[in-house]
């Protein structure tokens, strides 16, 4: 036994070093240079390959690991060589040997506690404090060991405390890394940990060592080496049997990813396929519902359709009424009478039961007739033989507007996997409804709307207000479809109104002419709210007082006629047929017609004020021509026959001569004035035209009858605008004093100037004829008169005329007047 026990430490000490010549430390080294720079070789092809974190830690780890044993290795062999060679290297080859074997260690446990406890924070830490605490053994070390080495050469490093410092630190790591790998479980730690035990077994042996002080040197050292070098291929071992595995794994995630992609293959085939039937479904419903906007064509061909994709036996299509609550069956298709799909037991009816549902959460609904009991089966189900109630909502911008309803006789008919198909068709014929409703009521607005012009054109054709009344009550009674309708006015007595026009009612209308509206609460709130009040139920309405009553209506609306301030009256509206619930745009409709004829009425009543204020106006301008011109020619008239029969009592015949003269020609000038006015009444309103443009044309027809010709002069570069009457005095005098040149001042030229200063216009008409000295009692009292009746039109103005004249300078006549704020020249 002992001879074997020898022959095993012989063994060792050939294989793993130890005491005893220095050539046994070649298979120590060599071994573990070989292990380590395949594990190196492996690692670093991995890394170069794909960047993995626990690769790239192996690779410093291996590297680490091969460098030692090389550096070891190539030492030993320079010591069998040369051996006076150690000692010239020995202060550097220890502290090294030791730093690479202890950061070898570190950095592999800690890539294999990254790895196998997936842990990268813990890896971290580990290696940061592992990696720290070996420069610092090193540094700490290799200085001191360099002095002890060269003053005593024959001292050991594995004898001194810089031995103990790597020893002792690499276990405690060894340990730590052991004690984090003991929380997994699995092959892979329990290869991991034997190796990393190896480590920690060559680290204690060799402190045994130190203790014993060297008694045992020669087993120690060889076991310690054998640990050591054993822990390398474990460790290979176990990062290519982990790469072995993760091959497999790779491969059976690849073959399952494989598998799986092949079903997701056929799957989606398998869906398209159906999505492509779906498609083509909806593609032929929508292209068989856009053909046609009437409503009742979509609902039968879509129902058609529906039952021809889906394969069953009867449907039906319920709509909603505009009250939004009730549900109207539009079309049924099946092989018992329409009347039996709205059939009822019990008061209630499982086909429109089923559909109301679907409208009222907007989702589909299915129903298992099976489910329920025999008794509660209305005769649609009975006579069809329905197993299967499917209700699909028919939806357009989110609301329903009905339900399409299927009935099978089979429980699967309709699969779950087509309900978003037929989900997608009710939205298609959703859709189809209401563009039908949209284009049935853009006919119905284009038809009121056409309505409304014609009768805006009629409206405002006329100014007779009874006229006006009496097409407001006949139309709005066309647009709303009622058979009466009545037009008061607010009487001049107070809660008073009187009707003016009514349509749809005979003689022996219950109507009263006139109402009292003492007590009423409906017409303040219409003048309050200006707005129509509907009335659905005259019955149950408890706003609707005596006359609402008397007019014999079921229902009602109350429009208030509005000018522009204040009321003019209320239209009434009256539907006899029952009950009638008045849709918010049939009142917008019947407010805008309302508007409009109360538009018209307010201007009917202001022609008539601004007639009348007309024919006041007129009849105040011939009054005053009548007291300026005809009444004072009378008066002078009479002061002339007083003094005609007063000179022939006196036998002065000359003198009774000449007074009659001066009479003949002040009855000319009053036939002139007479005929004057009576051609202004007779004429048509002519355009309104400047004050330059009127003497002009006065001008010009002054000469063409008189020598010498006058001329028109005028200082104003813009048009100057006067009312009529002003025009009207302004003409006159301008008349009187051309007539006068022409006739009595033998002139050669007669001007007519126009000139403006500031706020005042100033009409001159000047001849440089014989003249006269205006205080000379010889001057004509023919003149004097004219000149009488001349100042009282320019009185009429706001104006003055102002007369120069001396014998032999001719004469200038001037009429000057203030102008007002719209009489100002137009620039």
């Known amino acids: 036994m002992r001879s074997f026990l020898d022959y095993v430490i012989l063994l060792l000490s050939q294989f793993a070093g130890g005491p005893g010549p220095t050539e046994n430390n070649l298979m120590r080294f060599g071994i573990p240079a070989l292990l380590w720079g395949g594990l190196l070789a492996i690692a670093w092809s991995r890394q170069r390959r794909q960047e993995l974190p626990r690769e790239k830690l192996l690779v410093w780890g291996f590297g680490m690991g091969f460098a030692r044993e090389v550096f070891m290795f190539f030492h030993v062999t320079m010591r069998i060589l040369d051996p006076t060679s150690h000692n010239a290297i020995s202060f550097l080859s220890e502290p090294l040997e030791h730093g690479l074997a202890m950061g070898a260690v570190i950095v592999v446990a800690g890539s294999f506690l990254r790895y196998i406890l997936d842990d990268p924070r813990l890896a971290r830490n580990y290696l940061r404090l592992g990696l720290a605490a070996t420069g610092v053994a090193f540094l700490a070390t290799s200085f001191w060991w360099s002095k002890l080495s060269q003053a005593d050469p024959s001292v050991s490093f594995q004898q001194t405390w810089a031995s103990w410092i790597f020893h002792i630190t690499v276990s405690v790591f060894v340990i730590a890394a052991i004690y984090h790998l003991s929380k997994r479980r699995g ?69 399952a990813y494989r598998n799986h992609l092949e079903e997701l293959v056929e799957a989606r085939t398998t869906e398209i396929a159906h999505r492509n039937a779906e498609l083509a479904a909806q593609n032929t419903i929508a292209a068989t519902i856009s053909k046609s906007l009437e409503l009742d064509t979509i609902l039968n061909d879509a129902l058609d359709m529906v039952l021809d994709v889906t394969n069953v036996e009867a449907g039906a299509i319920f709509l909603l009424e505009p009250d939004g609550e009730t549900l109207v069956l539009k079309t049924y298709r099946g092989e018992a009478p329409p009347e039996v799909c709205t059939a009822s037991v019990e008061g209630r009816n499982l086909c429109a039961d089923i559909s109301a549902q679907a409208v009222a959460r907007n989702e589909p609904a299915i129903l298992n007739v099976a489910d329920r009991p025999a008794k509660l089966c209305t005769p649609f189900v009975l006579e069809e033989g329905i197993e299967t109630l499917t209700s699909i909502p028919l939806v357009s911008r989110g609301k329903a507007l009905g339900a399409l309803t299927l009935g099978a006789r089979r429980q699967d008919a309709i699969p779950p996997q087509d309900v978003p198909l037929l989900t997608a068709i009710g939205q298609q014929i959703g859709v189809a409804i209401e563009n039908a409703h949209l284009y049935h009521e853009t006919e119905r607005w284009a038809e009121e709307l056409t309505l409304l012009h014609q009768v805006s054109v009629f409206l405002s054709s006329t100014f007779d207000p009874q006229t006006i009344c009496d097409q407001m009550v006949e139309q709005a009674a066309k647009l709303l479809d009622c058979q009466a309708a009545y037009v008061f006015r607010w009487d001049g007595a107070p809660h008073q109104a009187l009707r003016v026009s009514r349509y749809g009612s005979n003689e022996a209308d219950p109507g009263e002419d006139r109402i009292d509206l003492e007590g009423d609460a409906l017409l303040p709130s219409l003048i309050t709210q200006r707005r129509a009040i509907p009335i659905e139920d005259i019955r149950s309405d408890p706003r609707v007082s005596r006359w609402c009553m008397a007019l014999t209506a079921s229902a009602l609306v109350c429009l208030p006629v509005w000018g522009k301030m204040d009321p003019l009256g209320f239209l009434v509206l009256i539907d006899r047929r029952g009950p009638r619930r008045w849709r918010p745009d049939e009142l917008t409709l019947i407010e805008s017609f309302v508007n409009r004829a109360a538009i018209a009425l307010e201007n009917a009543y202001l022609h008539q004020q601004v007639e009348r204020a007309a024919a006041l106006e007129e009849r105040q301008r011939i009054a005053a021509e009548m007291h300026d011109g005809l009444a004072q020619t009378m008066s002078y008239l009479g002061f002339k026959t007083d003094e005609v029969i007063e000179l022939a009592g006196q036998g002065a015949s000359a003198q009774v001569a000449d007074a009659c003269q001066q009479m003949r020609d002040i009855i000319d000038r009053a036939a002139r004035e007479v005929r004057l006015s009576i051609s202004s009444l007779q004429e048509s309103p002519r355009p309104r035209q400047s004050l330059q443009a009127e003497l002009a044309a006065l001008v010009a027809e002054v000469a063409a009858q008189n020598e010498p010709a006058p001329s028109l002069v005028t200082a104003l570069q813009t048009p100057l605008f006067l009312s009529p009457n002003d025009v009207e005095q302004v003409l006159r005098v301008v008349q009187e004093a051309l007539l006068n040149a022409c006739r009595h001042a033998q002139a050669q030229r007669i001007v007519v100037r126009l000139e403006q200063q500031e706020r005042e216009a100033t009409v001159v008409v000047e001849d440089d004829g014989r003249g006269f000295d205006l205080y000379a009692s010889a001057v004509d009292k023919v003149e004097h008169f004219g000149l009488r009746i001349m100042r009282a039109r320019a009185a009429r103005i706001g104006g003055h005329v102002r007369i120069d004249s001396a014998p032999g300078n001719g004469t200038q006549v001037s009429l000057s007047w203030p102008l007002n704020g719209d009489q100002s020249p137009i620039s």
């Open 187 to 255: 092959w892979l730690r329990n290869v991991v940990s034997t190796a990393l035990s190896f480590f920690l077994m060559d680290e204690l042996a060799k402190m045994f060592n130190f203790f014993t002080h060297k008694s045992y040197a020669d087993i120690l050292c060889p076991l310690g080496n054998s640990f050591h070098i054993w822990a390398v291929p474990l460790l290979g071992y176990v990062y290519l049997r982990e790469q072995s595995i993760e091959k497999q794994r790779a491969e059976a995630q690849l073959d």
